[in-house]
Nanobody, 123 residues
Framework: QVQLVESGGGLVQAGGSLRLSCVVS????????MGWYRQVPGNKRELVAG???????KYAASVMGRFAISRDNAKNTGNLQMNSLKPEDTAVYYC?????????????????WGQGTLVTVSS
């Protein structure tokens, strides 16, 4: 089995910073892409930032220059540093990982999601 656990959400004032982390554990052969998504009630889940195994990152236009995604391939962890936070960044943030896991049938690709962590930015 493979599990993903997020941490680091909370309440912060506008202009402040938070750092989200996620740890992937279990039967992992490799992790290709990792990403952070967010969702506001009533809205679709949207991609905030993604990073491939080589470290190439992409960002939503709304967070470009304020957020930074990173990962540690040796530790199977990912981070999202969020700076200059705005009230409109308030959402539940989810970490996602595309994990190759070795089974009796061979390698299998899993799309793993965390439970979500709430980020609240007050004005």
């Amino acid at each position: 089995q493979v599990q993903l656990v997020e941490s680091g959400g909370g309440l912060v004032q506008a202009g402040g910073s938070l750092r989200l982390s996620c740890v992937v554990s279990g039967n992992i052969s490799s992790i290709s892409a990792m990403g952070w998504y967010r969702q506001v009630p009533g809205n679709k889940r949207e991609l905030v930032a993604g990073i491939n195994r080589s470290g190439k990152a992409k960002y939503a236009a709304s967070v470009m220059g304020r957020f930074a995604i990173s990962r540690d391939n040796a530790k199977n962890t990912g981070n999202l540093q969020m700076n200059s936070l705005k009230p409109e960044d308030t959402a539940v943030y989810y970490c996602n990982a595309l994990v190759a896991t070795l089974t009796v049938s061979g390698l299998s690709d899993l799309d793993i999601w965390g439970q979500g962590t709430l980020v609240t930015v007050s004005s």
